[in-house]
């Protein structure tokens, strides 16, 4: 079973900010939040990742609350090449390292 | 190379024939790993390697799926006598771990697949 949750879809109008939430309820201590995107059919593309503090790159931010239960990744403005699949995935723990998908957050970024 | 390199693109096979896939991981990355993905959303992990050593096989299905990385050679996934639910896009990863034995990262980065379609 997935670790996460997430809404299965979302609208974005071009230009705004982009909010997508991920329940990790069952996170462990030792597990890093990791997001990716899947543009059609292409293979899943890495945006950012993080353990407790909050992180920004060049694609995005990332904000995990206090108890790591969940986190948002934020897209600040919009455009219409955003339009994707969004997937949480948690991972880290001892043993494996493979990614469990849930079935992510189609994002459609409205002109 | 600097990204994963999946091949063939597409590969079309009749229900029983062999299908083989390559992938080429990251230069320096230590770990590979194969995901099916049927229908548009769902991903399965199949299989990780470490280097040449099978690390977690725990979602290769028992029966005609079988892997290998070899040194100096592309890893490959075979399918023996593909089935109908076969058809699906196989995506590969590669990754390196950093950090330590209790707390490491493993960011992966996927190849841009391969699509099975058994007919």
């Known amino acids: 079973d997935a670790k996460t949750t997430q809404p299965t879809s979302m609208d974005c109008a071009e230009g705004r900010a982009a909010n997508l939430p991920c329940n990790h309820s069952?996170?462990?201590?030792?597990?890093?939040v990791y997001w990716y995107r899947q543009i059609h059919s292409q293979g899943p593309q890495y945006i950012i990742h993080?353990?407790?503090n909050n992180e920004t790159n060049e694609m995005a931010s990332l904000i995990i609350t206090e108890d790591r239960k969940s986190s948002t990744l934020i897209l600040p403005h919009a455009t219409l090449r955003d339009t994707a699949v969004y997937y949480c995935i948690v991972s880290g723990s001892s043993g494996t390292y493979k990614y469990i998908f849930g079935t992510g957050t189609r994002l459609k970024v409205l002109a | 190379g600097e990204e994963v390199a999946q091949t063939p693109k597409h590969l079309v096979r009749g229900e029983g024939q062999k299908a083989k896939l390559y992938c080429a991981p990251i230069k320096g990355h230590s770990y590979v790993f194969w995901y099916q993905q049927v229908l548009k959303n769902e991903f399965k992990f199949l299989i990780s390697f470490q280097n040449e050593n099978v690390f977690d096989e725990t979602g290769m299905p028992k029966e005609r799926f079988s892997a290998k990385c070899l040194p100096n050679s592309p890893c490959s996934l075979e399918i023996q006598a593909t089935k109908l639910e076969d058809s699906a896009v196989y995506f590969c990863a590669s990754s390196h771990t950093t950090g330590t034995a209790n707390l490491a990262k493993n960011i992966q980065y996927f190849g841009a697949g391969t699509r099975l379609s058994v007919l």
């Open positions: 993080g353990l407790k």
């Open positions: 069952t996170i462990s201590g030792n597990e890093y």
